[in-house]
């Protein structure tokens, strides 16, 4: 397939903000990609070369862009630094560099998606002497050959950061329009901006989509469940199983604001859990041995083979996939202690027994996916913490153990146990309906989560700007956002200043934040920087405000820096709906 024909689709997705419409546009052009093209297509439209469970990334930043703008173009540092600060974009930067090039030039290759794919995908993992060179030359050699639109989104994948507003749920039902619409007749109103169905019956269509969806949640892989699709058909799909060492999206949990209300939402009686202040692990185990992976899907099994052995040595049977968490350890009390300190952990190469040592962890377990050649995730909850008893020790506490619970019938019983996992230096407690099914990715009802402190957001940083004075050479000020779960846009809510620290050695410094995000960066206007959607804070308020400023329409007054949560994705922030529910809350306190 020509690459101008997907770069049609980019472009006619970023002309709109209707979701339904970019529904309709994506399901259009999937009918007519074959099979065999399907794959890579599929992972382009999303901005991607790897499926969602493989962690490797491009890793090239705006400084080797530059470098292939360089070569590609023939233009000047001096000329593409000042288009860059002209116009703001990297990508347009390319495509005003392109058209000169292209006048020049008698004769240039015309690009396919397979080539654009495969020479991003030999972007990963390149390594040793002259890798900087091969990386630059890989991508200019591409935007030697494209045009002004097509040297915009290679660029803009290359650098992670297609800005198309595809989310997983616009993808998810495009490919059911695309494939289901004979059986379904799936039509879209452009006027109305609104779906039409016969006899205006959503009970199958809503029935099929949740079907794509567990397929989805199964595989994390849209280009899999598209290829079944046209091939199969949605029999198909039924096929789709979990497999020990592909990991999938981890079942995610509400925050309630009271016991009360986190029992009347999962309804008694109901089991209760201590809420570890750990490390989201999901452990799979198969012929290949142990692999761990965290609930953004990168594979750490390097980062800590201190867990690799206490599951080798104490988790019974020969295939599974385990949901838990790495609590810290004081070596000195035998206490848990904060997240930060074997989160670090995450993205360490060297001294990794060492910290092992300094930090041990105890591996809490309280639930599994797959067992022994069954699939899991459809059974209630009471019968896969039965699983979960026989194949624990009894007696390895310090090592590995089976979440502590408790069957509640009431409030006070709930409350009881709620203080005593807070005076054990636990976060508070999971409360969970015992008849759910496990729903990878869903924010549902099936359990709710209890902390003292309700108004704690996880935001992702979006922008960021120089400091002044001694901290001019720092970025110093953080946009932040949370997420719309209906679009997946990026709303922002404030900026976020203080929290951090001067000297590295005092713990998460402005230093480390600028290192960091300087690889990030997709856009600068003056000291300003837009930056990839990558890193996740932890953040405390005073409170929320209605706002204008900010995108979200709220925003946070006196906003402080908490800490990192380098386990998060951007899929696991905060939404503006937790937003305006703990705006609701905050009013409901001061007015009481």
Same mark, same amino acid.
């Given at each position: 397939?020509?690459?101008?024909?997907?770069?049609?689709?980019?472009?006619?997705?970023?002309?709109?903000?209707?979701?339904?419409?970019?529904?309709?546009?994506?399901?259009?052009?999937?009918?007519?990609?074959? =099979?065999?093209?399907?794959? +890579?297509?599929?992972?382009?439209?999303?901005?991607?070369?790897?499926?969602?469970?493989?962690?490797?990334?491009?890793?090239?930043?705006?400084?080797?862009?530059?470098?292939? &703008?360089?070569?590609?173009?023939?233009?000047?540092?001096?000329?593409?630094?000042?288009?860059?600060?002209?116009?703001?974009?990297?990508?347009?930067?390319?495509?005003?560099?392109?058209?000169?090039?292209?006048?020049?030039?008698?004769?240039?290759?015309?690009?396919?998606?397979?080539?654009?794919? *495969?020479?991003?995908?030999?972007?990963?993992?390149?390594?040793?002497?002259?890798?900087?060179?091969?990386?630059?030359?890989?991508?200019?050699?591409?935007?030697?050959?494209?045009?002004?639109?097509?040297?915009?989104?290679?660029?803009?994948?290359?650098?992670?950061?297609?800005?198309?507003?595809?989310?997983?749920?616009? &993808?998810?039902?495009?490919?059911?329009?695309?494939?289901?619409?004979?059986?379904?007749?799936?039509?879209?109103?452009?006027?109305?901006?609104?779906?039409?169905?016969?006899?205006?019956?959503?009970?199958?269509?809503?029935?099929?989509?949740?079907?794509?969806?567990?397929?989805?949640?199964?595989?994390?892989?849209?280009?899999? =469940?598209?290829?079944?699709?046209?091939?199969?058909?949605?029999?198909?799909?039924?096929?789709?199983?979990?497999?020990?060492?592909?990991?999938?999206?981890?079942?995610?949990?509400?925050?309630?604001?009271?016991?009360?209300?986190?029992?009347?939402?999962?309804? =008694?009686?109901?089991?209760?859990?201590?809420?570890?202040?750990?490390?989201?692990?999901?452990?799979?185990?198969?012929?290949?041995?142990?692999?761990?992976?965290?609930?953004?899907?990168? *594979?750490?099994?390097?980062?800590?083979?201190?867990?690799?052995?206490?599951?080798?040595? +104490?988790?019974?049977?020969?295939?599974?996939?385990?949901?838990?968490?790495?609590?810290?350890?004081?070596?000195?009390?035998?206490?848990?202690?904060?997240?930060q300190n074997i989160g670090q952990r995450i993205r360490r190469k060297y001294d990794i027994e060492e910290l092992g040592k300094r930090f041990p962890v105890e591996l809490?377990?309280?639930?599994?996916?797959?067992?022994?050649?069954?699939?899991?995730?459809?059974?209630?909850?009471?019968?896969?913490?039965?699983?979960?008893?026989?194949? &624990?020790?009894?007696?390895?506490?310090?090592?590995?153990?089976?979440?502590?619970?408790?069957?509640?019938?009431?409030?006070?019983?709930?409350?009881?146990?709620?203080?005593?996992? &807070?005076?054990?230096? *636990?976060?508070?407690?999971?409360?969970?309906?015992?008849?759910?099914?496990?729903?990878?990715?869903?924010?549902?009802?099936?359990?709710?989560?209890?902390?003292?402190?309700?108004?704690?957001?996880?935001?992702?940083?979006?922008?960021?700007?120089?400091?002044?004075?001694?901290?001019?050479?720092?970025?110093?000020?953080?946009?932040?956002?949370?997420?719309?779960?209906?679009?997946?846009?990026?709303?922002?809510?404030?900026?976020?200043?203080?929290?951090?620290?001067?000297?590295?050695?005092?713990? =998460?410094?402005?230093?480390?934040?600028?290192?960091?995000?300087?690889?990030?960066?997709?856009?600068?206007?003056?000291?300003?920087? +837009?930056?990839?959607?990558?890193?996740?804070?932890?953040?405390?308020?005073?409170?929320?405000?209605?706002?204008?400023?900010?995108?979200?329409?709220?925003?946070?007054?006196?906003?402080?820096?908490?800490?990192?949560?380098?386990?998060?994705?951007?899929?696991?922030?905060?939404?503006?709906?937790?937003?305006?529910?703990?705006?609701?809350?905050?009013?409901?306190?001061?007015?009481?």
């Open positions: 397939m020509d690459y101008s024909d997907l770069v049609r689709v980019y472009v006619a997705l970023s002309s709109t903000t209707k979701r339904l419409e970019k529904t309709h546009i994506v399901s259009g052009f999937l009918r007519d990609i074959p =099979v065999v093209e399907m794959e +890579h297509v599929i992972r382009l439209l999303q901005g991607k070369v790897f499926p969602n469970w493989d962690s490797r990334t491009l890793g090239f930043s705006s400084q080797l862009a530059l470098k292939a &703008l360089a070569r590609a173009s023939g233009a000047s540092d001096e000329e593409i630094m000042r288009a860059w600060k002209e116009l703001g974009d990297l990508g347009k930067v390319a495509a005003k560099l392109v058209v000169n090039k292209r006048q020049a030039t008698l004769f240039s290759e015309k690009l396919t998606t397979q080539k654009v794919y *495969n020479n991003l995908r030999k972007l990963a993992g390149l390594e040793g002497q002259g890798v900087v060179n091969t990386k630059v030359s890989l991508v200019s050699e591409l935007l030697s050959s494209a045009s002004p639109d097509e040297a915009i989104f290679i660029l803009r994948t290359t650098l992670e950061d297609l800005r198309i507003g595809l989310g997983e749920g616009t &993808l998810r039902d495009a490919i059911v329009w695309a494939f289901e619409n004979e059986h379904i007749g799936i039509k879209y109103d452009s006027e109305k901006n609104d779906i039409v169905l016969p006899d205006d019956d959503r009970k199958i269509y809503d029935e099929t989509v949740e079907k794509y969806q567990e397929a989805y949640d199964l595989s994390n892989d849209f280009s899999r =469940v598209a290829i079944i699709a046209k091939t199969e058909g949605i029999a198909g799909l039924a096929n789709i199983t979990l497999m020990p060492g592909t990991p999938v999206k981890v079942m995610l949990f509400q925050k309630a604001p009271t016991m009360k209300e986190a029992l009347e939402t999962v309804t =008694v009686p109901a089991a209760i859990e201590y809420k570890y202040d750990g490390f989201r692990m999901q452990i799979h185990k198969n012929s290949d041995g142990i692999k761990i992976f965290t609930r953004r899907l990168e *594979n750490v099994t390097e980062q800590f083979p201190d867990v690799v052995k206490i599951v080798s040595e +104490h988790v019974k049977g020969s295939s599974f996939i385990l949901d838990g968490e790495a609590v810290g350890i004081d070596v000195k009390t035998g206490k848990y202690i904060a997240f809490d377990i309280f639930d599994v996916l797959f067992y022994e050649g069954e699939n899991l995730v459809h059974q209630p909850f009471s019968r896969r913490r039965e699983v979960l008893m026989k194949s &624990l020790p009894k007696n390895a506490a310090g090592v590995v153990s089976l979440a502590t619970q408790e069957i509640v019938d009431t409030e006070e019983k709930a409350q009881a146990f709620y203080e005593r996992s &807070l005076a054990a230096g *636990n976060e508070g407690v999971m409360v969970k309906n015992l008849n759910s099914v496990y729903k990878p990715g869903s924010r549902v009802g099936f359990g709710m989560k209890v902390k003292p402190v309700l108004e704690t957001l996880e935001v992702v940083i979006v922008g960021a700007e120089y400091g002044e004075g001694k901290r001019s050479e720092w970025l110093a000020t953080f946009v932040i956002a949370v997420r719309d779960p209906d679009t997946d846009n990026l709303l922002e809510i404030g900026r976020v200043g203080t929290g951090f620290k001067e000297k590295d050695e005092e713990g =998460v410094s402005f230093n480390q934040m600028t290192i960091a995000l300087k690889q990030l960066v997709v856009r600068e206007e003056d000291r300003f920087v +837009h930056v990839k959607p990558d890193i996740i804070i932890e953040v405390h308020y005073e409170e929320i405000q209605k706002s204008p400023t900010y995108s979200s329409g709220y925003a946070l007054r006196f906003p402080r820096f908490v800490r990192l949560r380098e386990d998060r994705s951007v899929e696991d922030i905060s939404t503006i709906e937790d937003v305006e529910r703990f705006y609701k809350v905050q009013r409901g306190r001061q007015t009481s």
